[in-house]
């Protein structure tokens, strides 16, 4: 069965700094991984995917995450936090096989402090 | 997102009423999915249809039923509500190739 797990309910970090969201999946076979933001009052909005190739992948507003195998966790992470990246943040994976569907984190909200 | 609409965006009824939510896509895309979304429960998969003929049920289907009316339409019913319904409800569409989905803005049910 897939599964994913986001461990922190809320992500704190001051304006400026690095900051990490971290996600940890579980899926048979190869996995497609998707980072989603939702801000206030809005729906999902997607933000990098990983499918295969370079584990480091680059997406929307400066996000990137890495992907890494060994330790089935696919990390979003942001050189310089904005207090605009303050939004609620969702990891989903899905299998490569046919006929599945996206599984969601429970979400993690980051706070940017100014 | 204007690619996808959902009708109706607030809802306030009571138990054991008849609700249907509908959503409208115009990316063209085969794949429709309906989720719900309670505080610290994320986003959770009530239905999911990846095309006009093929619907299956997600995690949460029980006390829902879905409708695919055609490609770009995808309703939701709930035909006896109960309070425990009450929460966010998204429509979404996906891209096959590349499993991006793309989500409506949402519609917030309560159920008194």
């Known amino acids: 069965a897939q599964s994913v797990a986001q461990p922190e309910d809320q992500v704190n970090v001051a304006e400026g700094n690095p900051l990490t969201v971290k996600c940890t999946y579980s899926v048979s076979g190869n996995p497609y991984l998707f980072w989603y933001v939702q801000y206030p009052n809005r729906g999902l909005q997607f933000l990098l995917k990983y499918i295969t190739g370079d584990n480091l992948v680059k997406g929307s507003y400066g996000f990137e995450a890495e992907f890494n195998k060994s330790q089935t966790s696919f990390h979003l992470k942001k050189p310089s936090a904005l207090v605009s990246d303050s939004a609620l943040y969702f990891c989903a994976v899905r299998a490569y096989q046919a006929g599945t569907a996206l599984i969601f984190g429970k979400g993690t909200t980051l706070s940017v402090s100014s | 997102d204007a690619d996808v609409t959902q009708t109706p965006r607030n809802r306030i009824t009571k138990t054991g009423k008849r609700i249907m939510l509908e959503c409208s896509q115009t990316k063209g895309h085969d794949r429709m999915y309906w989720y719900r979304q309670d505080p610290g429960l994320g986003l959770q998969l009530i239905y999911y249809s990846f095309d006009v003929k093929d619907i299956n049920k997600g995690e949460i289907s029980d006390g829902y039923s879905v409708s695919r009316q055609a490609q770009a339409k995808f309703s939701l019913s709930l035909e006896s509500a109960i309070p425990n319904q009450t929460a966010l409800y998204f429509c979404?569409?996906?891209?096959?190739?590349?499993?991006?989905?793309?989500f409506g803005p949402g519609t917030r049910l309560t159920v008194l």
């Open positions: 979404a569409t996906s891209d096959p190739l590349t499993d991006t989905q793309y």
